[in-house]
């Protein structure tokens, strides 16, 4: 259990940038959405979560339910009475916004906003601080005056706010591609699964030999005139790089096809 413990450390980058990374509600309403808040930043590895002048009791039922077992997060949340507060030893502060203010200020992209992440949280004392609005009337004008930016998410523009945990997901998503891609560690694909592994040459090879035969067996390929058929078809079977598990599937469907091919010949 240890060695597997010591292992995930050795594999796994440095959960800093995500550290640095703090996420401040203003003045949230509802204590689910501030459940739906802790679940989106444990989901995507976020922990620091302040909470300027809640209007709402932060640990209940509700809150309990939504975060989804990412309750930790609210009983370590910080309370603080201001945003000042709560940003004071950041580095960076942004606020989301779901409308376009009257006093243009700095406006990033929630991807723009994650390029420029793993240079701000490079600092050991770094911290930046990712700060939202109220259910009902989002942040104030003086309150996003105390932010160095503002990140909209694209949005239809005749429906732009976003849940307030919504908008959290959005923006925790993109600290965490930024951090995978600082890591350069990649998100599991769909495409290589590793549970095994890829086919070898030789079975490849046993594979177009099986196939050949069979498309020779059901007088779909006539090797007199090939027509670059099996070209074509090595092309196509390489480009998906299929894995062990997936030739065997092919190679027993290959052999279904032969078995019910031969029960229609006439018999002799
Ligand atoms: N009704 C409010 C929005 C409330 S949504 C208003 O009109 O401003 C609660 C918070 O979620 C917002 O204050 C903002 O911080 C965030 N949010 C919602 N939609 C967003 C969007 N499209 N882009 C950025 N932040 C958004």
């Known amino acids: 259990m240890l060695d597997f413990a010591l292992y995930l450390l ?20 509802h204590p689910g959405n501030i459940g739906g808040v802790a679940r989106a930043m444990h989901n995507m590895g976020l922990a620091d979560l302040a909470l300027v002048a809640p209007r709402c009791e932060v640990i209940t039922q509700d809150s309990i ?8 997060l609210l009983h370590q949340a910080n309370v603080h009475a201001t945003l000042e ?19 243009p200020w700095p406006m990033l992209s929630p991807r723009e906003l994650a390029d420029r992440l793993p240079t701000e949280c490079q600092p050991a004392d770094s911290r930046v601080a990712l700060v939202f609005g109220r259910e ?19 949005t239809n523009a005749d429906f732009s706010s976003l849940n307030l945990a919504a908008a959290v997901q959005v923006l925790a998503y993109e600290c965490r ?10 998100t599991p694909s769909v495409a290589q699964s590793d549970d095994d592994d890829l086919a070898t040459h030789a079975e490849l090879e046993r594979y177009f030999e099986h196939l050949e035969r069979t ?8 090797p007199a005139q090939p027509r670059q058929l099996m070209a074509r078809l090595r092309r196509l079977y390489l480009r998906a790089r299929p894995e062990r598990m997936e030739m065997n599937i092919l190679r027993g469907i290959l052999s279904a096809t032969e078995k019910a091919a031969s029960s229609k010949q006439p018999k002799p």
């Open 10 to 29: 050795m594999i796994s980058p440095s959960l800093i940038m995500l550290e640095r990374i703090r996420i401040v509600l203003i003045g949230t309403s």
């Open 65 to 72: 339910s939504r975060a989804s077992g990412a309750d930790h």
């Open 85 to 103: 507060d709560a940003v004071a030893d950041c580095t960076l502060a942004v606020g989301a916004s779901a409308r376009s203010r009257t006093l």
């Open 136 to 154: 009902d009337s989002g942040l104030t004008n003086a309150e996003l005056q105390r932010c160095h930016a503002h990140v909209h998410i694209p």
């Open 177 to 186: 591609m930024a951090w995978l891609s600082q890591a350069q560690v990649d």
């Open 215 to 222: 498309l020779i067996g059901i007088d779909f390929h006539d």
